[in-house]
Nanobody, 121 residues
């Protein structure tokens, strides 16, 4: 199976920055897509940013120009650089990875454990 380990959350003041990391480990044949989602209390989980292997990165309108998703394919790691943070960015952030475990397999999706990001003065 695949394990995802997230890190980098915390408390930051409005206007500050944080960088989230999510490392995937296990017997992975190929990674199809790596994404970040977030969920705040009382709200549905929403897509923040995606970095598909074959395709362009894309972002939620609410974070365009402030967040940057990137990947280190050698390390099977996805990052989310979050700048100009706002209180409304407060949420639990989850990484999501879509992989193929063997060449002949269907795709499998895995979620990270979540990391809390709190933006407050």
């Amino acid at each position: 199976q695949v394990q995802l380990v997230e890190s980098g959350g915390g408390l930051v003041q409005p206007g500050g920055s944080l960088r989230l990391s999510c490392a995937a480990s296990g017997r992975i044949f190929s990674i199809i897509d790596m994404r970040w989602y977030r969920q705040s209390p009382g709200k549905q989980r929403e897509l923040v940013a995606a970095a598909p292997t074959a395709g362009s990165t894309n972002y939620a309108d609410s974070v365009k120009g402030r967040f940057t998703i990137s990947r280190d394919n050698a390390k099977n790691t996805v990052y989310l650089q979050m700048d100009s943070l706002k209180p409304e960015d407060t949420a639990v952030y989850y990484c999501y990875v879509l992989v193929r475990l063997r060449k002949s397999d269907l795709n499998n999706a895995y979620w990270g454990q979540g990391t809390q990001v709190t933006v407050s003065s």
